[in-house]
């Protein structure tokens, strides 16, 4: 098998992860319930460029190759740039992020980083333990205050 072989094969995995992905995403928004606030999240540069990047590649690759292979590319740079760029919903059923709705009964507790640049939930029901959410430090006062007030709800 050949390296560009083994390199597309890798690709096609990476897209399957993308589109449950986006899958997850499409499934949980339809019942996050009512959303008190939308936050963005921390721009991720690493995540930014290399997403803009597999896009430009596909985008070459379609224009030397001319074959279907290179839409793949597009794809899943596509996919990665809406993750990047997706918002932090805080609803009235819990905090959402990228296809994962954290639910305020099943959050035992939060946390912020030292730097504020991460909301870490440790969560009691769920097949992860904790969830570690890239926030905005100028956001975390404004999450804190909503986060109390849900859960004195439950």
Request: glycine residues 4%; without cysteine.
């Amino acid at each position: 098998m050949r390296a560009q072989n083994v390199i597309n094969v890798m690709y096609i995995l990476i897209l399957l992860f993308g589109l449950k992905q986006m899958y997850n995403v499409y499934k949980v928004k339809k019942n996050i319930g009512r959303v008190i606030k939308n936050f963005n999240q921390r721009k991720r540069i690493l995540m930014m460029v290399a997403s803009y990047s597999i896009v430009v590649l596909g985008l070459l690759y379609l224009y030397q190759q001319k074959t279907w292979f290179p839409l793949i590319y597009i794809l899943l740079g596509v996919i990665f740039i809406y993750l990047t760029f997706e918002k932090i919903s805080f609803t009235d059923k819990g905090i959402y992020f990228n296809g994962f709705l954290a639910e305020y009964e099943d959050i035992k507790q939060w946390k912020y980083s030292k730097d504020k640049r991460f909301l870490e939930l440790i969560l009691k029901n769920s097949k992860a333990n904790s969830k570690l959410i890239p926030i905005n430090p100028s956001d975390a006062s404004e999450m804190q205050v909503i986060i109390k007030k849900n859960k004195k709800k439950q």
